[in-house]
C-alpha cells in the first residue's frame, strides 16, 4: 500500500511539475503571439484550466511535505502530551473541512458538466474536478499525519 501511496504522491508531483511548465510556455506563447496580431482563444482557456490542476495539487504537495504556513505561537509553550493532541484536534477538523470540499465539489462538478469552454470542447467540470482531486488526496496525507499523531501521543513520551 505504501508502495502505491508513494507512486501516486511521484505522479501527482511529475503532472502538477509538468503542468506548471506548460502553463508558462502558454501564457509565453500567447504574449508573443499576440505581439504578432495572431490570436489563438484555446491556449488562455487551457492555461486557467491547467492553472487550477497545478494550484490545487501543488497546494496538496506542499501541504503533504509540511511546507504551508503553520502558527505554533500559541501552542510552543504548552507540554509536549497537549501540543500532539491539539495538533490531533487540527487534523480532524481538516479532515472534515476536506470531507466537506469533495462533497459540494462533486455537486459542483455535476452542475458544471453542462457548461463548455468557448474555445474548446470540453466541460467546464474539469478545472472544478481538480479541487476534488486535490481534496482527496489530501484526505489520505491527513489520515497519515493523523496517524503519526496518535502514535506519537500513544507512545507517552511526546518525541
Known sequence: MRKVYRFLCKAEEIICGTGFVVLIALVFLSAILRFFRVSMAWNIDMAMLLLAWTAFLGADIAYRSGQLVGIDLVTRNLPKKL???????????????????????????ASEWIRRYQSMPIPYSIVTVSIVFAAASMVFSTIIKLRRCILKFNQGNGV
Open 83 to 109: 501540543q500532539i493532541f491539539i495538533e490531533i484536534l487540527i487534523f480532524f477538523i481538516i479532515l472534515c473541512a476536506l470531507v466537506a470540499v469533495i462533497y459540494f465539489g462533486i455537486r459542483l462538478a
